[in-house]
């Protein structure tokens, strides 16, 4: 019992701000609970949202999620900075900051921003393409699934059982079982490789959605920007989740079961794993940022009154940022010594990237160039994020240069270039999309005073955080560290980094105001198109119906909305009442759940090694592919007059 | 969801193409093949520059490896995916019974895969070598028994397909399912290729 309890308890979940962080957990589980028992909302909430296979459901539930995990990873974000604002600090010990920045950087990249990717996917794809669901329904819920119940399987482990500490890419020596013993560093394992296996299934998801079902006429080069990156991505996600996940398991094998992957000792070789993980990681930085590319291309265009200048060219630059971001891994480990032919190769390889980047730069600016620009809040994150990117790109092309990394490589000069890229990039370009995709989902705008708020303490908190960090990485200040002394001359600056991140913090906080205000007061969208769009899904009631389109469009140009609006022929989007058929949609399932459930099941049985939870986790798994297996009866049809019903009360039946 | 198809470009397509939701399925898998490919690939490069990393007492793959087994496993293998070939011959022909009978055969082939397989790990590690020894052991183990593993479940899903086909006939959706398994069973075959050439072989040499 004893021995139970200190294998569940360990001392660094004891300490004072875990124990307060195990009394918050309680009480809001409590209020949760009570809420659903009181309002008698289990059955809405089972039926609903937790069986539901309807992407703009899956995509409301991603937004959720990331935004709950934004909140995670910001605290830790913050802890660390209230951590560094003075020299000698003791807030927290070395090895609580050493958990803390693995928690955040790890919960940014796989629990933020790539659910806040996929929450954009199926908000936005399926309605952008003119189709009624994406490929595979019943494939999209358990994707979410199984990344939910990793994020919350990484989530406890910093009160049950102990965090993780070595760091987002996690190399060996640090995480072999001699030098890290506990269970923090399985749960890590295990969280990636569950959630990258939901990843994966996304990536086939929309891989096939996009290649295969949009509306008639739509060729591919007339599908909307967002859907071509979204379509690259799939493809980058494909091949690069493999190494991961291998990379994943070798080392839970060395850790679990003692095989010699990457123990010296034995013949391993921890630069297998530094390979494999780089592999896996630097097609992943385009994962996240070509999404927000995509979403740029939307807003700058509906935001600019015209057409986004240089589609072509777009495409092309997407493309070969795709090819070439998979022949690029070396420059995260320049200085491990693998010899200047091959570090001279990588070097090229990386800069070379900048160029069709820098393409896209200027499409965006010539897109704007002599539009009528209206300024709303997604349009300010697209416009801030011009500046911030192109900084970040600039000191990626030094980092790039291989005797400038020597001297650059884990400084501060390296963390500030990569919160460059993926904040201003990937979080600015989210950012936007949820202030331009919010009503469509809602039905409500955002509020765009208060929004305005959230934009610019978050903004200029960016620019104080971060700069001042190329200048530390300069004066040699290396990554997690944990504290510093008087004598470095380091101590104005980093004050001035921690003020701005909690000025980002506020920004934050106005920002879930801005949702939460916006779902209570904000103003209906009755159009359906309040940004006067471009693309199909503002032909579309806000929030669209279950089904999406009464009737599947057809296309003829490649903005296809505004083409419809400049030749007066809105009127498509209603429908004759005789012309109204059934209509053949996904059945609700449980067994998405279950199997994100049995997952959970498993990993945690792996953590602890109690094999025979995982092996009741495993079971699960098998009963719930062999139900789905034989489960023939996985559609339903929406009769004619519930449509006629619905689109009547749009007002979108004609005669 | 529903494109429309041109009546007359779809009669001569197979039955598991002429439902437009079957055939997207079918194009999923080729994409999860391709991931799947990949995850292959990874543990292949962790071999092949482990194959040399035996640790302080060996054993190397020429002193490990016995042939036999490998020979073995590779004609069962072979067959099964020739069979498998056979049961979607039978499938488009529309001829139910003899789909079945091949799959059967196919599983059975299968099952003589990993049963070989399996006694071919003991024996290894009745000797003492086990994953632990070594990278190269680890390596080994890992990347054969991930085949493995994937055959293994091939024999799972047969056995559920044989199941369905019986009870439902050959319809879109049993022949989508039928054709995907054999996708599957020919890329296992094809990976076996690539470790029967890379481990045993160029172990031997
Ligand atoms: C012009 C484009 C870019 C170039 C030339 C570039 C170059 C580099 C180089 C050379 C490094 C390694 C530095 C070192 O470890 O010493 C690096 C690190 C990094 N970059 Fe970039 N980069 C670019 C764009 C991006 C983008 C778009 C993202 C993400 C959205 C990104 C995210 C990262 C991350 C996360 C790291 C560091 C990871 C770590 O070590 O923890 N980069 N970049
Ligand atoms: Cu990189």
């Known amino acids: 019992m004893s021995s139970l309890l200190a294998l569940l308890f360990p001392p660094s979940t004891t300490r004072n701000m875990e124990l307060s962080a195990d009394v918050l957990i309680i009480l809001a589980s409590a209020a949760i609970i009570f809420y659903l028992t009181r309002w008698h909302r289990w059955k809405y909430l089972w039926r609903e949202w937790l069986t539901t296979v309807d992407h703009k459901k899956i995509g409301i539930m991603y937004l959720i999620a990331a935004v709950t995990m934004l909140f995670r990873g910001g605290t830790d974000a913050l802890l660390l900075r209230a951590q560094l604002a003075v020299p000698n ?36 794809i399926p309605l952008m393409i003119g189709s009624r669901d994406v490929a595979f329904p019943r494939l999209n819920a358990i994707s979410f699934w199984l990344f939910a119940f990793a ?56 891989l096939v959605t996009i290649l295969r079902m949009r509306a008639p006429g739509m060729t591919l080069m007339r599908m909307p920007m967002f859907a071509w990156t979204t379509l690259v991505t799939s493809v980058l996600i494909l091949f690069a989740f493999p190494p991961l996940t291998v990379a994943m398991v070798l080392t839970l094998f060395d850790r ?31 994962i996240l940022v070509l999404p927000s590319f995509g979403i740029f291309s939307e807003v700058v265009a509906t935001f600019s009154r015209k057409k986004l200048f240089g589609y072509s060219t777009m495409v ?29 190769f990588f070097g090229l390889s990386t800069i070379l990237i900048a160029i069709p980047t820098g393409i896209k730069i200027f499409n965006w600016i010539f897109t704007m160039w002599n539009g009528r620009i209206k300024m709303t809040v997604a349009m300010m994150w697209a416009l801030a994020f011009i500046p911030t990117f192109v900084v970040g790109g600039a000191t990626g092309v030094m980092l790039g240069a291989v005797p400038g990394d020597y001297q650059f490589h884990n400084s501060y000069f390296l963390i500030a270039h990569f919160h460059n890229v993926i904040i201003g990039g990937t979080v600015f370009g989210l950012m936007s999309g949820v202030y331009y995709w919010w009503p469509k989902v809602t039905g409500r705008l955002l509020n765009e005073r208060q929004g305005k708020w959230a934009f610019w303490l978050f903004f200029l908190g960016f620019w104080l955080t971060f700069m001042p960090q190329y200048a530390l990485g300069f004066m040699g200040m290396t990554r997690r560290m944990y504290t510093y002394s008087h004598g470095f001359g380091w101590s104005s600056l980093n004050l001035i980094s921690t003020i701005g991140a909690f000025v980002m913090g506020a920004g934050f906080v106005v920002m879930v105001y801005n949702f939460v205000w916006s779902q209570i007061h904000g103003e209906i969208d009755v159009t359906g198109d309040p940004w006067n769009g471009r693309t199909l899904e503002w032909s579309t009631p806000s929030p669209a119906p279950e089904y999406n389109f009464a009737r599947i469009p057809v296309v003829t140009d490649r903005d296809a909305w505004w083409a419809m609006k400049q030749e007066q022929k809105t009127n498509v989007v209603q429908i004759k009442p005789q012309e109204i058929t059934d209509i053949e949609l996904p059945k609700s399932s449980g067994i998405p759940f279950l199997m994100g459930l049995s ?10 090694s109690w094999w025979w939870i995982a092996g009741a986790g495993f079971l699960g798994f098998v009963v719930c592919m062999l139900v789905g297996t ?12 519930e449509i006629q019903n619905t689109e009547s009360a749009f007002g979108r039946l004609q005669g | 969801m529903n494109l429309p198809v041109e009546p007359d470009s779809t009669a001569k397509l197979p039955l598991e193409f002429t439902d ?104 290894y590690i009745a000797m003492g070598d086990s994953w632990h020894h070594s990278a190269f052991l680890s390596a080994f183990f890992t990347l054969v028994g991930t085949h493995g593993a994937h055959v293994t479940f091939g024999i799972l899903w047969a056995i559920t397909l044989i199941i369905q086909l019986m009870g439902r006939g050959l319809t879109t959706v049993t022949t ?30």
């Open chain 1, 89 to 124: 600090n003791h807030l927290l010990g070395p090895l609580h900051y050493d958990e803390i920045f693995t928690t955040h950087g790890t919960i940014m990249i796989f629990f933020m921003a790539m659910p806040l990717i996929f929450a954009m996917f199926n908000i936005a």
């Open chain 1, 151 to 206: 994020a919350f399987l990484f989530n406890i482990s910093f009160v049950i059982g102990g965090s993780p500490n070595a760091g987002w890419t996690a190399y060996p020596p640090l995480t072999e079982l001699a030098f890290n013993p506990g269970v923090g560093q399985n749960y890590y394992l295990m969280a990636l490789v569950v959630t990258g296996l939901g990843t994966t299934a996304t990536g086939i998801n929309f």
């Open chain 1, 256 to 286: 679990l079961f003692g095989t010699a992957f990457f123990t010296i000792g034995r013949g391993g070789m921890p630069m297998m794993y530094v390979n494999l993980f780089w592999l896996f990681g630097h097609p992943e930085v385009y």
């Open chain 1, 316 to 344: 092309y630059s997407v493309l070969a940022i795709t090819f070439l971001s998979y022949g690029t891994w070396v420059h995260h480990f320049f200085t491990m010594g693998a010899g200047a032919a091959v570090n001279v």
């Open chain 1, 599 to 608: 997952f959970f099941v498993f990993s945690v049985g792996m953590v602890f």
């Open chain 1, 630 to 641: 034989f489960d023939y009866d996985d559609h339903k049809e929406v009769p004619r007059q």
């Open chain 2, 20 to 123: 437009n939701h079957e055939s997207l399925k079918i194009l999923g898998f080729w994409s999860f093949l391709a991931t799947d490919l990949l995850l292959f690939a990874s543990l292949f490069a962790v071999y092949a520059v482990y194959q040399s990393r035996v640790g302080m007492q060996g054993p190397s793959p020429d002193q490990l490896f016995k042939l036999g087994p490998a020979v073995v496993e590779t004609l069962l293998l072979l067959t099964s995916s020739f069979t498998c070939g056979l049961a979607v011959y039978q499938m488009r022909r529309n001829h139910k019974r003899g789909t079945i009978i091949w799959l059967a055969v196919t599983l059975l082939l299968g099952v003589g895969f990993v049963t070989t397989e399996v006694r071919e790990f003991v024996s």
């Open chain 2, 176 to 205: 989508r399912k039928m054709y995907m398994f054999a996708l599957y069973w020919h890329f296992l075959d094809i990976i076996w290729v690539f470790i029967f050439t890379v481990v045993y072989l160029s172990g031997k040499i």
